[in-house]
């Protein structure tokens, strides 16, 4: 029996050794990790999810969502770890954070927000997260009550590791719970307020959620469908939470004066944004040209710029390119030896002969000792009437990469060069993309009589209230900016 209490002792003493101080919650946490793994850990999470997810490109609005972050971050309790704002191109109302400081809001939600500070009030409930290490904590609670188990994680991280692949994806995105939600919010609520922002701006946001709550249960009764249940940001909250307004009003109170919440700025970085589906997104970012003719498929979620003398596709991360190049054909020489003129080559790795849609050309991948002169990984040549296009791909540091990222690059460059085609009329039809803008109401503008001038889907009326805070009923006032879809 001694021997036993002289174990457990030892049991004490080493996983109070392993315990970690929490600078948000201001006492010793018992963590599965150090800062260091959760912030290695949060960027692989980051590199897989942008890999799979689309992201919005709005270089102003990124911007802009940045700046507001950093603001809020700076005021936290861990301003020291770089922080990291996402856009995901989604309709879909939610945000939600990774550990080690990656930060995402979808771009559905941003639509229904009125103000700056709502948008600081969303950003620093996510912020809150990160601070108090909610998805570190999270993971150690599921790995059982154990200690030895716990303390097996502590020495040898191996189970955080084995399941980076999967790690967090559901309390993320899901939430973690009523308590740590609630603890998002205290802490989110201070750093609303030392970065300037009005804490009651989450009480809006609340607002905002509930009515789409409600507006779902509605919409699925009529449907006779069974209603979705909301698990993103705020979603443990009722409309009237008691605690969260004595958290919020325990945060500081701004004096009138400097209450300003940027609605006419809010209102002026988010006009244009995109609402619904995506058409662009949905067109699975095929590029097309319509002065020379051609469309190609880039790769999901890479930017494309329309170059002087080159057309550029680049990865989200900036790890690898594709450029495309065009010249005046000459004579009727074989694509296999132009290319090998062209880049001065010898010879070509797992080269092949290119025969799509009536358009012949040559790829191949550059061999190791011809690299270091053109600096380029895959290259191909395609005719295409009195022209050549020359296509390249680029992986950035590729020295450093491991084999299979590379084969991974590799095929995402045959992917597009094999999508090169001659440019269909279908392909020059614009998309309609719709998109929210700003008006000023007049004494005879109701939701119902815009709503006949809009489509968007047989709920038009109500998402316009929904997108002015006007759900269930209630008008505008002549001369007050609201939103329309156009």
Same mark, same amino acid.
């Given at each position: *029996?001694?021997?036993f209490f002289r174990w457990y002792v030892f049991l004490l003493v080493l996983i109070c050794t392993a315990c970690a101080f929490n600078p948000a919650t201001n006492r010793p946490d018992l963590v599965l990790m150090s800062e260091d793994k959760e912030i290695s850990i949060g960027k692989? *999470?980051?590199e897989k999810l942008i890999e799979s997810t689309p992201i919005y490109q709005d270089p102003v609005l990124t911007a802009y969502v940045d700046h507001v972050g950093q603001k809020v971050a700076a005021a936290s309790d861990r301003p020291d770890i770089k922080y990291h704002f996402t856009i995901i191109d989604s309709q879909d109302i939610n945000a939600f954070a990774l550990p080690g400081g990656y930060v995402y809001i979808n771009r559905g939600l941003l639509t229904y927000l009125h103000s700056e500070a709502e948008m600081a009030a969303v950003l620093a409930h996510e912020i809150g997260h990160i601070t108090a290490r909610h998805a570190v904590r999270q993971k150690t609670a599921a790995t059982g009550a154990s200690a030895a188990s716990v303390l097996s994680v502590l020495v040898t991280g191996s189970r955080v590791v084995g399941d980076a692949a999967n790690l967090w994806s559901t309390a993320a995105v899901k939430g973690y719970g009523r308590e740590m939600e609630l603890e998002a919010d205290r802490f989110g609520a201070q750093y609303m307020f030392k970065a300037g922002y009005d804490p009651t701006a989450m009480l809006n946001v609340i607002g905002i959620l509930k009515d789409q709550e409600i507006f779902a249960r509605r919409r699925a009764r009529v449907e006779g469908k069974k209603p979705q249940t @909301?698990?993103?940001?705020?979603s443990t909250h009722p409309r009237n939470d008691i605690r969260l307004q004595e958290v919020v009003k325990a945060a500081g109170t701004l004096p009138e004066e400097s209450k300003d919440v940027k609605v006419a700025y809010y209102r002026e970085k988010t006009d244009g944004l995109v609402y619904g589906d995506n058409a662009r997104q949905s067109n699975k970012? $095929?590029?097309n040209h319509k002065r020379l003719g051609f469309s190609l498929l880039f790769p999901d979620g890479w930017t494309v710029a329309n170059q002087r003398s080159s057309i550029v596709g680049t990865a989200p991360d900036q790890s690898a390119t /594709?450029? /495309?190049k065009v010249a005046k054909r000459e004579g009727n020489q074989p694509a296999d030896m132009a290319l090998r003129e062209q880049y001065d080559l010898r010879k070509l790795e797992q080269d092949e002969k290119l025969n799509q849609y009536r358009l012949e050309g040559h790829t191949g991948k550059v061999p190791p000792l011809e690299k270091n002169n053109i600096d380029l990984?895959? #290259?191909?040549i395609i005719y295409y009437g009195s022209r050549q296009f020359m296509l390249e791909g680029k992986v950035a540091n590729a020295s450093s990469q491991k084999k299979d990222d590379l084969e991974h690059y590799d095929t995402l460059f045959l992917t597009s060069i094999r999508s090169f085609r001659p440019l269909r009329e279908t392909d020059i039809v614009e998309k309609d /993309?719709?998109?929210? $803008? @700003? #008006?000023?109401a007049t004494e005879k503008t109701t939701f119902s009589s815009l709503a006949r001038? *809009?489509?968007i889907g047989e709920y038009a009326e109500e998402q316009l209230r929904l997108l002015n805070g006007y759900y269930p009923r209630g008008e505008p006032e002549p001369g007050e900016w609201i939103k329309i879809i156009q």
């Open positions: *029996m001694q021997n692989e *999470m980051h @909301y698990h993103g940001v705020f970012n $095929r590029f /594709i450029t /495309i990984d895959r #290259v191909a /993309i719709r998109r929210l $803008r @700003y #008006v000023k001038h *809009m489509e």
